[in-house]
T-cell receptor
Framework: GQQVQQSPASLVLQEGENAELQCNFS?????LQWFYQSPGGSLVSLLSNPSGTKHTGRLTSTTVTKERRSSLHISSSQTTDSGTYLCAIDRGTGNYKYVFGAGTRLKVIA | GPKVLQIPSHQIIDMGQMVTLNCDPVSNHLYFYWYKQILGQQMEFLVNFYNGKVMEKSKLFKDQFSVERPDGSYFTLKIQPTALEDSAVYFC???????????FGPGTRLLVL
């Protein structure tokens, strides 16, 4: 079954609103990263957060490892935040590889 | 932060030709990875590589695919011959240790005609 589930699948916000993206995973994760993928396809790592809370700029990620979930909060959204947000985990079983979710497509309108 | 570079950013080739995708990983990293993302679909693991050897590969890593990193230069993904279904964005990643954070490149968009 789906190992990494992201919700919502898509989200439309007015500029200035906050966004809350969710990532649930079905197995333990030794690594968890949030990525931004631009409409052109390029990938940018936003946060590596396997547990606890981390902040960078307008982004806050909270991961509750025992409950196998992580969230990404984007405050004061901007039109340039539009794109797809991907959550990926490393299950840490033997050889390490990331398993990605399907992403949340965010559109911020002015 | 540490950067992974990928060359070229875009490549268009005819079906049946050979293509080599190049990755310049973070300089002191020891583990290397390729991922594939078909347009509109999820990113999927292809292969990981350490100490000159493939450690694990997925079912997407067909016999026509090969990886190498000769003498600490680029980490390459070669597809020979290419097929239409190889059209995708290929992402390279590297990590210092096996359990560490992976750093991703921006991707190479491959179009097979």
């Amino acid at each position: 079954g789906q190992q990494v589930q992201q919700s919502p699948a898509s989200l439309v916000l007015q500029e200035g609103e906050n966004a809350e993206l969710q990532c649930n995973f079905s197995s333990t994760a030794t690594q968890l990263q949030w990525f931004y993928q631009s409409p052109g396809g390029s990938l940018v790592s936003l946060l590596s957060n396997p547990s606890g809370t981390k902040h960078t700029g307008r982004l806050t990620s909270t991961t509750v490892t025992k409950e196998r979930r992580s969230s990404l909060h984007i405050s004061s959204s901007q039109t340039t935040d539009s794109g797809t947000y991907l959550c990926a985990i490393d299950r840490g079983t033997g050889n390490y590889k990331y398993v990605f979710g399907a992403g949340t497509r965010l559109k911020v309108i002015a | 932060g540490p950067k992974v570079l990928q060359i070229p950013s875009h490549q268009i080739i005819d079906m049946g030709q050979m293509v080599t995708l190049n990755c310049d990983p973070v300089s002191n990293h020891l583990y290397f990875y390729w991922y594939k993302q078909i347009l509109g679909q999820q990113m999927e693991f292809l292969v990981n590589f350490y100490n000159g050897k493939v450690m694990e590969k997925s079912k997407l890593f067909k016999d026509q695919f090969s990886v190498e990193r000769p003498d600490g230069s680029y980490f390459t993904l070669k597809i020979q011959p290419t097929a239409l279904e190889d059209s995708a964005v290929y992402f390279c990643a590297s990590s210092l240790l096996r359990k560490d954070t992976q750093y991703f490149g921006p991707g190479t968009r491959l179009l097979v005609l």
